[in-house]
């Protein structure tokens, strides 16, 4: 059982280019989740699907667009990465919104240069 | 903004003693809950308290919460090298997302 898996691991991207960070899960979860981890910083929000078909702006959603593929993938996308997008990025899924905990995937560690 | 504001930031203490982390949040909750980060990894769910609950326990992990006060706490007794990470709390909003403090840096030395 995988729970959450996230791809790439690692990525080194240069300013202005694009890339898509996959995350998918295997716990019919409804609700999924993409939070950024900086120093100092936490998590924030960047993106949420709530269930299938539907996506929201979480607290610093600028800069990044997102795809609820079906049930079990979703999707976060940088158009034109800049450095402020360096971080480390964690895709979430839950049961559903206010329902239990969050079972997270292994991040993925991305550098704008 | 972060729902939850945790202190201390750091804390160091010995194997066996216990460990205590508070969280302050801002709005109103669902449910706050406690996550544990290893180094380099993800974030693991660790106990959920309802807005209507005052103490949860699990196994040496209890968490309590004080609604009037918008504050929880974490104790882990009897600590272990091996819970040295960082603990966050989250507070479940009613718009149905998950916000996290910035976390409490737990080291155990053996």
């Known amino acids: 059982n995988a729970g959450v898996t996230q791809t790439p691991k690692f990525q080194v991207l240069k300013t202005g280019q694009s890339m898509t960070l996959q995350c998918a899960q295997d716990?019919?979860?409804?609700?999924m989740y993409w939070y950024r981890q900086d120093p100092g910083m936490g998590l924030r929000l960047i993106y949420y699907s709530a269930s299938e078909g539907t996506t929201d702006k979480g607290e610093v959603p600028n800069g990044y667009n997102v795809s609820r593929l079906n049930k079990r993938e979703f999707s976060l996308r940088l158009e034109s990465a800049a450095p402020s997008q360096t971080s480390v990025y964690f895709c979430a899924s839950s049961e559903a919104t206010n329902i239990g905990g969050y079972t997270f995937g292994s991040g993925t560690r991305l550098t704008v240069v | 903004s972060q729902q939850g504001e945790e202190d201390p930031q750091a804390l160091s203490i010995q194997e066996g003693e216990n460990a205590t982390m508070n969280c302050s949040y801002k709005t109103s909750i669902n449910n706050l809950q406690w996550y544990r980060q290893n180094s380099g990894r993800g974030l693991v769910h660790l106990i959920l308290i309802r807005s209507n609950e005052r103490e949860k326990h699990s196994g040496r992990l209890r968490v309590t919460l004080d609604t009037s006060k918008k504050s929880s706490s974490l104790l882990i007794t009897a600590s272990r090298a091996a819970d040295t990470a960082s603990y966050f709390c989250?507070?479940?909003?009613?718009?149905?997302?998950?916000?996290f403090g910035q976390g409490t840096e737990l080291s155990v030395k053996p």
């Open positions: 989250a507070g479940d909003n009613q718009g149905g997302k998950l916000i």
């Open positions: 716990m019919n979860h409804n609700s």
